[in-house]
Nanobody, 114 residues
Framework: QVQLVESGGGLVQPGGSLTLSCAAS????????MNWYRQAPGKERELVAT???????IYADSVKGRFTISRDNAKNTVYLQMNSLKTEDTAVYYC????????WGQGTQVTVSS
């Protein structure tokens, strides 16, 4: 079955960096787009970044120039490199794919605070 497992979250100071990972299994990873979403307390879940099967990338305006999405098809893993983190980046981060229906990971907490 399809499984997505995020890791790499934690506490970081403003201006710092973190790299999130999402390990995928149960499907042919290389042929599907992968997404990172986030949900801050009291807010709706929002799309952060997408990487297509061909490596095309789309970012939310709020993270352009600071976050980079990438994928390693040999490792069935998608990454989110987050630089210049701001307090407003604090959220639970989820990876998602769609194979006839949506599949979500369990999320990983990112807290940006001094």
């Amino acid at each position: 079955q399809v499984q997505l497992v995020e890791s790499g979250g934690g506490l970081v100071q403003p201006g710092g960096s973190l790299t999130l990972s999402c390990a995928a299994s149960g499907f042919t990873f290389s042929t599907y787009a992968m997404n990172w979403y986030r949900q801050a307390p009291g807010k709706e879940r929002e799309l952060v970044a997408t990487i297509t099967s061909l490596g095309g990338r789309i970012y939310a305006d709020s993270v352009k120039g600071r976050f980079t999405i990438s994928r390693d098809n040999a490792k069935n893993t998608v990454y989110l490199q987050m630089n210049s983190l701001k307090t407003e980046d604090t959220a639970v981060y989820y990876c998602k794919t769609r194979i006839y229906r949506e599949y979500w990971g369990q999320g990983t907490q990112v807290t940006v605070s001094s």
